[in-house]
T-cell receptor, first 113, second 113 residues
Framework: NAGVTQTPKFRILKIGQSMTLQCTQD?????MYWYRQDPGMGLKLIYY???????DKGEVPNGYNVSRSTTEDFPLRLELAAPSQTSVYFC????????????FGPGTRLTVT | QQQVKQSPQSLIVQKGGISIINCAYE??????FPWYQQFPGKGPALLIA?????SEKKEGRFTISFNKSAKQFSLHIMDSQPGDSATYFC????????????FGTGTRLTVIP
C-alpha cells in the first residue's frame, strides 16, 4: 500500500491564480481530511469527508473547495490564491469505526506571492 | 480559539534525559487524546494515544499521563535519544463531524547527543 499520496510536493502560485491539490489513499478509508499547517499554529482542519459525495467544512474553510467523487480521491481546490494561503497542506484518512488513527500524506508546500 | 493548548513551544534535552510536553483542554466532550510525531518534511504520524477512562498509558519509552479532573495530559519521553528530535503534537477528538481532531500548536524537541 502506498498509503496517502499528495501531489504536488511544492508549488509557487501568483496572487489570484487557482490550483488543485491532489490527495489519494489506497486503504479504502471512508473518512478523509484536509489540514493546513502554519508555524506555531499546529494543524487546522479545512474540510473533511465521511464518504464519497459527502463533504463538510472544518475550522478554516474560507478560500477553499473540495469534492469527493470516489472513495480514493479528495482534491482541494484553491480559487483566487492569496498570500494568507501560503502554508503546508496535509491530507489524511482514517477508517470508519473505532480505529481512530489518521494516516497523513507527506504534504504540499504552497507559496503564494 | 485554540481548543487544545500545548507547552512548551520548544524543548532541548540531553541524551538520556526525560522530555515532558504538556497539553490542556476545556471541552469535556473530547473522548480520545492522541500524540503525533512529525519529522521535518514529513506528515505527522501517530505515536501513542489514550482514552479518558485511563490515567496512564505506556509504550516503550513513551508514556501519556492523563488527569481528567484537571483536563490535562502530558507526554513523557524517557531516555530521550537524538532520533526523538522532532515536532510533537497533542490532539483531542471531538464527537461531531467525522470525529475531527483538534491539534495543539506543537513542541519542537531537540535531543542533544
Amino acid at each position: 500500500n502506498a498509503g496517502v499520496t499528495q501531489t504536488p510536493k511544492f508549488r509557487i502560485l501568483k496572487i489570484g491564480q487557482s490550483m488543485t491539490l491532489q490527495c489519494t489513499q489506497d486503504m479504502n478509508h471512508n473518512y478523509m481530511y484536509w489540514y493546513r499547517q502554519d508555524p506555531g499554529m499546529g494543524l487546522k482542519l479545512i474540510y473533511y469527508s465521511v464518504g464519497a459525495g459527502i463533504t463538510d467544512k472544518g475550522e478554516v474553510p474560507n478560500g477553499y473547495n473540495v469534492s469527493r467523487s470516489t472513495t480514493e480521491d479528495f482534491p482541494l481546490r484553491l480559487e483566487l490564491a492569496a498570500p494568507s494561503q501560503t502554508s503546508v497542506y496535509f491530507c489524511a484518512s482514517r477508517r470508519q469505526g473505532w480505529d481512530h488513527e489518521q494516516y497523513f500524506g507527506p504534504g504540499t508546500r504552497l507559496t503564494v506571492t | 480559539q485554540q481548543q487544545v493548548k500545548q507547552s512548551p513551544q520548544s524543548l532541548i534535552v540531553q541524551k538520556g534525559g526525560i522530555s515532558i510536553i504538556n497539553c490542556a483542554y476545556e471541552n469535556t466532550a473530547f473522548d480520545y487524546f492522541p500524540w503525533y510525531q512529525q519529522f521535518p518534511g514529513k506528515g505527522p504520524a501517530l505515536l501513542i494515544a489514550i482514552r479518558p477512562d485511563v490515567s496512564e498509558k505506556k509504550e516503550g519509552r513513551f508514556t501519556i499521563s492523563f488527569n481528567k479532573s484537571a483536563k490535562q495530559f502530558s507526554l513523557h519521553i524517557m531516555d530521550s535519544q537524538p532520533g526523538d528530535s522532532a515536532t510533537y503534537f497533542c490532539a483531542a477528538r471531538g464527537q461531531t463531524g467525522a470525529n475531527n481532531l483538534f491539534f495543539g500548536t506543537g513542541t519542537r524537541l531537540t535531543v542533544i547527543p
